[in-house]
């Protein structure tokens, strides 16, 4: 059985992988890949606790957090679309009406 | 179990799902929507009462605290008063959109349903007692907010503010969800009730996960609620978004933050208090300090309130740092408090677009000819929001800021903080009344007429800050009730 711990060095590295992805990427549509596997490495993580103690919530939680992330997908691509129709681009950096 | 306490919930979800089929078959959609709505949203804050015992009836056979969905979910003081305090500033939010949005606003049928949807997200978070729920909970609030946010399709402003919004949220979210899933693989459990002592018996070689697992929490949480050091989506958001919409943002959605962080550290973490009181001490002070002094420098109101709305927010925190029973309740006091007067504000504001007077601080010059009855009511939300007694801002922040003095030590420091930035927060609430009342117009102003639908909600609120700041003892009891739920 493969250890513990190289899940959770797996979905370490994933979610590092993301908050990188959100915080230099410029393009929308990058920013959302990289949220998307922010959430996954936690799905790794909650199957992984979830096999290591025995315990079933964790797999529940997994499949919420999957849904829920797909539910996500559907309205940041809905916002994106709506941001290029009325910006005609999805690049964040040219985007800022609103400033301090 | 006893499925009748979900009833208010219930009413909500099945007139949201109605809702855009109705859409469909109407033709003139502004005169029945906010009404079917509106209604729903009645009809549930009615049975509340009855449930909280406000409506002395005994038509419904439950008992209170009901657990329910194998503990997934309690309804107690806390969640109902919570609830309460939800379904009311959603229930002033839709009776103002019914003169924000107009006929030939598109997709109007989604609005009020994605708004009915997000408030029933709240009323779940509040009701939590698994991470499970409670995520679930803070999700449907949080998605059905993305889209609300950007729901004046044809104003680029709109849409920038969805995507900041959208872009901050779901970060913040994963940021909490990495958080709970190490919480989850320390104890076993995703039950709040159980963390305490299942945390308790951990090795202690895993002190640096449960530090980090708290700290993921933390961050994600204060995304939510708008803390400094995470506060920079906020005044974008606030501005962007439909002004309805931003009531509801800042009056209910920054609740619903501090309702999970009340649960998560109050309830399921309060035996490790000594650890992240300091963080919270920290951050409250510095989100009252950072929010008070953006506030003074804004020339557009929305972002000035936005700003006050996250000085206030720092106040709230202050509850994490305290984390007793007394400071709980003066928290959720001042949750009470903040969201009537922050509802009023945010539809004055509305209503002054609607009357196409325009959202700077300038256009408030001649308001008090314009239209009186608004200036008074702004006026008052103003001396509430800054602390002036006989408000109910002051007598909330009153017990919130005894409360720190009561537990000694640091916390008085806090206090000195927090008394310190109510005192800067004079000035910038201030220069709205010389705006209205002093400053003469450059031309003679004349009087307008206010839209009925939005100068309801403003005087209703108004009048419960003048009633709150009169009389707050059964509101300040209720508070107290709700915090001996949580922290017995």
């Given at each position: 059985m493969i250890p513990l711990n190289y899940y959770l060095v797996l979905s370490a590295m994933l979610f590092c992988i993301g908050v990188y992805g959100v915080l230099t990427k410029k393009n929308a549509i990058y920013v959302l890949m990289s949220i998307e596997i922010m959430l996954n490495s936690v799905n790794i993580n909650f199957v992984a606790f979830s096999t290591y103690n025995g315990d079933m919530s964790g797999q529940?939680?997994?499949?919420?957090?999957?849904?829920?992330?797909?539910?996500?997908?559907?309205?940041g691509l809905a916002i994106f679309l709506l941001l290029y129709k009325r910006h005609g681009t999805v690049e964040l950096n040219n985007i800022r009406i609103l400033r301090w | 179990m006893n499925y009748l306490i979900l009833l208010p919930q219930i009413i909500l979800v099945a007139i949201a799902m109605l809702i855009p089929a109705i859409d469909l078959y109407f033709k003139d959609k502004t005169r029945i929507l906010p009404y079917l709505a509106a209604g729903a949203l009645g009809v549930s804050l009615l049975i509340l009462s009855i449930f909280t015992g406000i409506i002395p009836l005994e038509i419904f056979d439950v008992t209170?605290?009901?657990?329910?969905?194998?503990?997934?979910?309690?309804?107690?003081?806390?969640?109902?008063?919570?609830?309460?305090?939800?379904?009311?500033?959603?229930?002033?939010?839709?009776?103002a959109s019914s003169s924000y949005i107009k006929q030939y606003d598109r997709n109007q049928g989604e609005y009020y349903s994605l708004l009915l949807i997000a408030t029933v997200g709240m009323m779940t978070v509040a009701m939590a007692n698994d991470l499970i729920t409670l995520f679930i909970g803070l999700e449907v609030a949080s998605i059905s907010s993305y889209a609300l946010t950007g729901f004046r399709k044809n104003s680029k402003k709109s849409a920038e503010a969805a995507m900041k919004y959208f872009i901050i949220g779901a970060l913040s979210s994963s940021i909490v969800l990495y958080g709970i899933s190490l919480f989850y693989g320390l104890t076993g459990t995703t039950d709040l009730a159980q963390f305490g002592t299942q945390l308790q018996n951990i090795d202690p070689s895993q002190d640096g996960l449960l530090a980090m697992a708290t700290i993921?929490?933390?961050?994600?949480?204060?995304?939510?609620?708008?803390?400094?050091?995470?506060?920079?989506?906020?005044?974008?958001?606030?501005?962007?978004?439909?002004?309805?919409?931003?009531?509801?943002?800042?009056?209910?959605?920054?609740?619903?933050?501090?309702?999970?962080?009340?649960?998560?550290?109050?309830?399921?973490?309060?035996?490790?208090?000594?650890?992240?009181?300091?963080?919270?001490?920290?951050?409250?002070?510095?989100?009252?300090?950072?929010?008070?002094?953006?506030?003074?420098?804004?020339?557009?109101?929305?972002?000035?309130?936005?700003?006050?709305?996250?000085?206030?927010?720092?106040?709230?925190?202050?509850a994490l740092a305290i984390a007793t029973q007394y400071a709980l309740g003066g928290a959720l006091f001042h949750i009470l408090t903040h969201a009537f007067m922050k509802t009023g504000a945010f539809i004055i504001v509305a209503m002054l677009s609607v009357m196409l007077i325009g959202s700077k601080v300038g256009d408030l010059r001649g308001l008090r000819i314009k239209s009186p009855i608004t200036a008074f009511c702004m006026a008052i939300m103003m001396l509430s929001l800054a602390g002036?007694?006989?408000l109910a801002g002051f007598a909330s922040k009153f017990v919130l800021f005894s409360s720190a003095i009561d537990a000694g030590g640091w916390l008085i420091w806090l206090?000195?903080?927090?008394?310190?930035?109510?005192?800067?927060?004079?000035?910038?609430?201030?220069?709205?009344?010389?705006?209205?009342?002093?400053?003469?117009?450059?031309?003679?102003?004349?009087?307008?007429?206010?839209?009925?639908?939005?100068?309801?909600?403003?005087?209703?609120?108004?009048?419960a800050v003048i009633i709150v700041g009169l009389y707050p003892e059964p509101f300040i009891d209720a508070a107290m009730d709700a915090a001996r739920a949580l922290i017995p």
């Open positions: 529940v939680f997994a499949l919420f957090s999957i849904a829920l992330a797909a539910a996500e997908v559907a309205i | 209170i605290p009901t657990s329910l969905f194998g503990g997934m979910l309690v309804v107690d003081r806390f969640a109902l008063f919570l609830q309460l305090l939800f379904g009311m500033v959603t229930f002033f939010v839709v009776m993921f929490l933390i961050a994600g949480f204060s995304f939510k609620v708008a803390a400094a050091p995470f506060h920079m989506w906020a005044p974008d958001v606030y501005q962007g978004a439909p002004t309805t919409i931003t009531t509801f943002l800042a009056a209910a959605s920054k609740k619903m933050g501090f309702a999970a962080l009340f649960k998560v550290f109050l309830f399921g973490l309060i035996a490790f208090k000594a650890d992240w009181a300091i963080a919270f001490g920290v951050m409250a002070a510095l989100t009252m300090t950072v929010g008070n002094l953006a506030a003074l420098k804004q020339e557009d109101l929305k972002r000035m309130l936005a700003y006050s709305s996250i000085a206030q927010a720092g106040y709230i925190m202050m002036i007694p006989p206090a000195v903080v927090a008394v310190i930035n109510s005192a800067i927060s004079l000035y910038y609430y201030a220069r709205v009344l010389k705006e209205m009342y002093v400053l003469p117009t450059d031309h003679i102003p004349i009087r307008m007429k206010e839209p009925l639908a939005m100068l309801i909600p403003v005087v209703l609120t108004t009048a």
